[in-house]
């Protein structure tokens, strides 16, 4: 499924908050992989599927790629935080410069599980776009 050869996400420097650059062969990649960064910083690693995972459908809209970008992962962490659980695995079934569909199929999450607080996903240097023959995102975390 994922390119070993090429790294789904780095840290980039920044002051106060946590920034990465993001990576995907298509868009898709690059939201699926944008979430999974997101819950490892959290989490420490993806959540592993046990027992009976729920399955959730989720529509998110946007502006355009980067406020989708951060709508997006704005949705998964309200689902991590407010609702105590998350994706173990996630499949984008569609996505376009201003809407993303995606299937999740999520688990419980114990609140002292989170090694890391992500407080907000910011507007701060967002930047989603195609480079070559992938896609990049820059995404700065409030943590």
Same mark, same amino acid.
């Given at each position: 499924?994922? !390119? #070993? @050869?090429?790294?789904?996400?780095?840290?980039?420097?920044? =002051?106060?908050?946590?920034?990465?650059?993001?990576?995907?062969?298509?868009?898709?990649?690059?939201?699926?992989? @944008? /979430?999974?960064?997101?819950?490892?910083?959290?989490?420490?690693?993806?959540?592993?599927?046990?027992?009976?995972? /729920? #399955?959730?459908?989720?529509?998110?809209?946007? #502006?355009?790629?980067?406020?989708?970008? $951060?709508?997006?992962?704005?949705?998964?962490?309200?689902?991590?935080? /407010?609702?105590?659980? @998350?994706?173990?695995?996630? *499949?984008? %079934?569609?996505?376009?410069? =201003?809407?993303? *569909? @995606? *299937?999740?199929?999520? $688990?419980?999450?114990?609140?002292?599980?989170?090694?890391?607080?992500? %407080? /907000?996903? =910011?507007?701060? *240097?967002?930047?989603?776009? %195609?480079?070559?023959?992938?896609?990049?995102?820059? $995404?700065?975390? !409030? $943590?």
């Amino acid at each position: 499924m994922k !390119d #070993t @050869a090429t790294p789904r996400f780095r840290f980039i420097d920044h =002051t106060s908050d946590l920034g990465v650059v993001l990576y995907g062969k298509n868009l898709e990649e690059l939201f699926q992989n @944008a /979430a999974l960064t997101m819950l490892t910083i959290m989490l420490g690693d993806i959540p592993e599927l046990t027992g009976e995972p /729920a #399955t959730i459908n989720i529509s998110v809209s946007g #502006t355009d790629l980067s406020d989708l970008m $951060v709508c997006w992962l704005g949705e998964i962490l309200f689902l991590s935080e /407010a609702e105590g659980i @998350a994706p173990c695995t996630i *499949e984008i %079934k569609s996505v376009s410069p =201003t809407l993303l *569909e @995606a *299937e999740l199929r999520t $688990v419980s999450v114990d609140p002292s599980s989170i090694i890391r607080e992500i %407080k /907000a996903v =910011t507007y701060h *240097e967002i930047k989603v776009e %195609k480079r070559d023959d992938h896609w990049e995102a820059k $995404v700065v975390f !409030d $943590v």
